[in-house]
């Protein structure tokens, strides 16, 4: 017996090790393969990436139930380049006129309007043609939605986190009812629901059109920024296929996410203010296109 019990002792915690051992291994290969795994997703994204693509991003001037034949509140051109990771925004005041393919020269925010009053759905084809026709831009994707839309949007993905660089105070902020009430934004960073971010978006008697333009890339980047996580994205689908005109799809949200990640805080913004318009003859507030060109080139195809 006592031979016995010699002869098998040593061979118990060899098994006990190799055992420990494989569970190491298993336990290893479960967290480093996905990090393998994204590693080499992403070397491929860089060695091959998607084309660029600008995106023309329309809010619209309506309220649930009222349809897209309206004016656009907000015009806003996101260019994303995969191949530099670069994502760039432009936003286009809506009281400046553009020269329209079949219209001639046009206040911006009308354009959305006329297209629609054509034919149901032709309103951002028309407005991308506006845009390409006068700033140069091709916007192969679009993005429309109305006040419910961009709410439900922004509560799809749990609110934005914006940094509010001064005391916001507008005693003539429109109501659904036709009326007014006063709002009110203190300096810091804060996190808004929907609700608060379309006030904080559309806000405009504490200043003027340019600073609210720069609210509204304020708003859309931390939007952008949460919309990278696919963890929003059923319900983000959602909104989408609900609230929201337009021809982005899942592989698009996908292979442009990388550079979105990549300048989280850093994306080149521009909106076109007083330095960049300039008047025709008749003194019509026109975009100053010379001035334009340096910026859009190289950001925007």
Not at 123 to 131: D, E, F, Q, V, Y
Not at 181 to 208: C, K, S, W
Request: proline residues 6%.
């Amino acid at each position: 017996m006592a031979e016995h019990e010699i002869s098998t002792k040593p061979h118990f915690p060899r098994v006990l090790r190799f055992r420990r051992l494989n569970w190491r291994i298993v336990l290893l290969f479960i967290f480093i393969t996905p990090l393998c795994l994204c590693g080499s997703l992403t070397g491929l994204y860089l060695l091959f990436p998607p084309p660029h693509t600008d995106i023309l991003v329309l809010g619209v001037d309506s309220r649930e139930g009222e349809g897209w034949l309206t004016r656009a509140d907000s015009i806003m051109i996101v260019g994303i380049n995969p191949a530099s990771l670069q994502v760039s925004m432009l936003s286009i005041p809506r009281d400046l006129s553009v020269e329209v393919p079949d219209y001639g020269l046009q206040r911006i925010n009308t354009v959305n309007m006329l297209g629609e009053m054509e034919e149901a759905g032709a309103g951002p084809p028309l407005m991308s043609a506006a845009i390409a026709q006068s700033f140069g831009i091709t916007t192969e994707r679009y993005v429309r939605l109305d006040f419910n839309g961009f709410t439900r949007l922004v509560d799809a993905v749990g609110g934005v986190t914006v940094e509010v660089e001064r005391t916001i105070v507008d005693d003539l902020y429109p109501t659904a009812d036709g009326g007014v009430m006063t709002i009110r934004f203190d300096p810091g960073v804060q996190t808004l629901n929907g609700e608060q971010a379309l006030i904080y978006a559309r806000t405009r008697h504490a200043d003027d059109d340019y600073r609210r333009a720069e609210r509204q890339q304020q708003v859309v980047s931390a939007l952008l920024g949460k919309l990278i996580n696919p963890v929003y994205w059923p319900s983000v689908l959602s909104v989408l296929n609900q609230s929201v005109d337009t021809n982005l799809n899942v592989a698009d949200m996908v292979s442009l996410a990388l550079p979105v990640v990549f300048n989280r805080g850093r994306i080149e913004q521009l909106v076109v203010d007083r330095d960049y318009i300039t008047a025709t003859a008749d003194g019509i507030a026109i975009p100053n296109y010379e001035k334009l060109r340096p910026w859009i080139e190289g950001r925007f195809d």
